[in-house]
């Protein structure tokens, strides 16, 4: 059994490789929630939705947001009727929403997911990270901003200064899946807004030391592939490259993924982590997502 810990970018795109060489039986994702809260009247969990539309090959890959060939029908109307939404979500994407929104009121998140996984005819587990509701700010230069007025009003722009996020407790079962797993993998997500909330779960890091952990770097270089990543390292002073990601996850790290752009930093992350992978890890296509999926898998003791 894998575990595979997730935010909505980078290892979704890692999954897609994963699911093809991996039973997705044998596939467990647990999901980072943080970013989740209520947008027209629907909770939104963008991670979880990328992760079920990714392993349901039904994400729309231009975003990482949503369903491919979506319409948007219905945003265009409260437009139209002066309801602007600060979120673009589409028809279809909507409905799941709404599904969403409707068995948590009756089951709780977890049983949701669980539900809609099956819906759309995934084998794999796909578990949110926590049930609770998690508040998150983005401290910046022009105030303190909601995680999303941050990412889509102001376009990532403003000047970082600090990240708060409330503690919230793991969903159930978390701590028993990473212990019954032959190996975790930390995917190339944000370190700080959607992995560090997975690891900040009580008993997570404990479990995580008992368990072969592996992390495939987000950074490249200085640089997040996309995203605010960099920014966020920086702003809570830790060096944006994989040695600053390697040093965030070294209490359990014991085999890091980086780019073949930074072979050069080998050495020095050899006396922070066990074993040092050096490969290409720019999924720009399945071939690519596929091969990075194979090593990661074969590396596994
Ligand atoms: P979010 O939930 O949308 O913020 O997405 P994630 O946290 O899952 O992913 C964001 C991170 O994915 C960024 O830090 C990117 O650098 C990383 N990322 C995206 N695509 C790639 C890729 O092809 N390779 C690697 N190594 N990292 C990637």
Same mark, same amino acid.
């Given at each position: 059994?894998?575990?595979?810990?997730?935010?909505?970018?980078?290892?979704?795109?890692? /999954?897609?490789?994963?699911?093809?060489?991996?039973?997705?039986?044998? /596939?467990?994702?647990? &999901?980072?929630?943080?970013?989740?809260?209520?947008?027209?009247?629907? +909770? &939104?969990?963008?991670?979880?939705?990328?992760?079920?539309?990714?392993?349901?090959?039904?994400? *729309?890959?231009?975003?990482?947001?949503?369903?491919? @060939?979506?319409?948007?029908?219905?945003?265009?109307?409260?437009?139209?009727? %002066?309801?602007?939404?600060?979120?673009?979500?589409?028809?279809?994407?909507?409905?799941?929403? =709404?599904?969403?929104?409707?068995?948590?009121?009756? +089951?709780?998140?977890?049983?949701?997911?669980?539900?809609?996984?099956?819906?759309? %005819? #995934?084998?794999?587990?796909?578990?949110?990270?926590?049930?609770?509701?998690?508040?998150?700010?983005?401290?910046? @230069?022009?105030?303190?901003?909601?995680?999303? @007025?941050?990412?889509?009003?102001?376009?990532?722009?403003?000047?970082?200064?600090?990240?708060?996020?409330?503690?919230?407790? !793991?969903?159930?079962?978390?701590?028993?899946?990473?212990?019954?797993?032959?190996?975790?993998?930390?995917?190339?997500?944000?370190?700080?807004?959607? #992995?560090?909330?997975?690891?900040?779960?009580?008993?997570?890091?404990?479990?995580?030391?008992?368990?072969?952990? =592996?992390? &495939?770097?987000?950074?490249?270089?200085? %640089?997040?592939?996309?995203?605010?990543?960099?920014?966020?390292?920086?702003?809570? %002073? =830790?060096?944006?490259?994989? #040695?600053?990601?390697?040093?965030?996850?070294?209490?359990?790290?014991?085999?890091?993924?980086?780019?073949?752009? @930074?072979?050069?930093?080998?050495?020095?992350? *050899?006396?922070? &982590?066990?074993?040092?992978?050096?490969? *290409?890890?720019?999924?720009? *296509?399945?071939?690519?997502?596929?091969?990075?999926?194979?090593?990661?898998?074969?590396?596994? !003791?």
């Amino acid at each position: 059994m894998i575990t595979v810990l997730s935010g909505g970018t980078g290892t979704p795109k890692l /999954l897609q490789g994963l699911k093809e060489i991996v039973n997705p039986s044998q /596939l467990n994702i647990i &999901v980072n929630t943080l970013e989740n809260n209520y947008f027209s009247g629907v +909770y &939104v969990s963008a991670d979880i939705d990328t992760v079920l539309y990714t392993m349901s090959d039904m994400i *729309n890959e231009e975003v990482w947001y949503g369903v491919k @060939d979506d319409t948007f029908i219905t945003h265009e109307r409260l437009a139209e009727l %002066g309801c602007e939404e600060l979120l673009r979500i589409g028809d279809i994407d909507r409905a799941t929403k =709404i599904q969403k929104t409707q068995l948590m009121k009756r +089951y709780g998140l977890k049983k949701a997911c669980e539900i809609q996984a099956e819906n759309m %005819g #995934i084998e794999s587990k796909i578990i949110p990270m926590s049930e609770q509701q998690s508040d998150i700010k983005i401290v910046t @230069d022009i105030g303190e901003l909601e995680f999303h @007025d941050f990412l889509i009003k102001h376009q990532s722009q403003p000047k970082v200064l600090d990240i708060k996020f409330s503690n919230v407790s !793991p969903s159930e079962g978390i701590i028993d899946t990473i212990e019954n797993s032959d190996a975790v993998i930390i995917g190339p997500s944000n370190p700080i807004t959607s #992995i560090s909330p997975i690891l900040s779960l009580e008993g997570v890091h404990d479990a995580l030391k008992d368990t072969h952990v =592996i992390a &495939v770097s987000p950074i490249i270089g200085s %640089g997040a592939v996309s995203g605010p990543a960099n920014k966020f390292m920086q702003a809570l %002073g =830790i060096e944006v490259s994989s #040695i600053g990601v390697a040093s965030l996850y070294q209490d359990f790290l014991d085999n890091i993924v980086i780019d073949v752009k @930074d072979f050069h930093l080998k050495s020095q992350l *050899n006396q922070i &982590v066990n074993k040092v992978t050096v490969t *290409n890890t720019i999924m720009n *296509n399945l071939c690519v997502k596929r091969e990075l999926a194979q090593i990661i898998i074969d590396s596994i !003791p």
